[in-house]
């Protein structure tokens, strides 16, 4: 008998197998940030995070969002771009609806920018990677 799976989930599989591989941790708990690739963010570890660089931009979003979906490869993108400049992590609204809701994350996907430990800004929906830019680099001056 031949297991057959659609490809919403086979994109389920594939981006929780992804999530996994970039979980993002040091020794002793500390959020590994250097890498490149958006760091996991969750309940336990927004506070340190987003208290511990000075830049921070979050993507609030959830796996059966096809928005989201779209906007993940510029996320991905981001994280390279600004490396150095800016953390760039991940959180899935489904499963930490603490933070989600700390911030008021009413809609997905929503990008917050944090700066100083604050939410400065934040952009709403799927939009162009040179206009999420526009917004962040008036922020990393």
């Not at 906007?71 to 991940?90: C, D």
Request: net charge neutral.
């Amino acid at each position: 008998m031949r297991y057959e799976m659609d490809d919403l989930e086979l994109d389920r599989i594939k981006i929780r197998k992804m999530m996994e591989m970039m979980r993002g941790r040091e020794p002793g708990g500390k959020v590994n940030v250097s890498g490149g690739h958006p760091v996991v963010v969750n309940d336990s570890n927004f506070d340190e995070l987003i208290r511990s660089n000075t830049m921070v931009i979050v993507d609030f979003w959830a796996d059966w969002c096809m928005p989201c979906r779209m906007l993940a490869p510029i996320v991905e993108e981001l994280a390279s771009e600004l490396r150095g400049k800016a953390v760039v992590g991940k959180l899935n609204v489904d499963e930490n609806p603490v933070s989600a809701s700390k911030y008021g994350i009413m809609s997905i996907p929503t990008l917050m920018i944090f700066k100083d430990g604050r939410p400065v800004d934040a952009i709403i929906g799927v939009t162009s990677k040179s206009n999420i830019l526009k917004k962040i680099n008036k922020y990393l001056s």
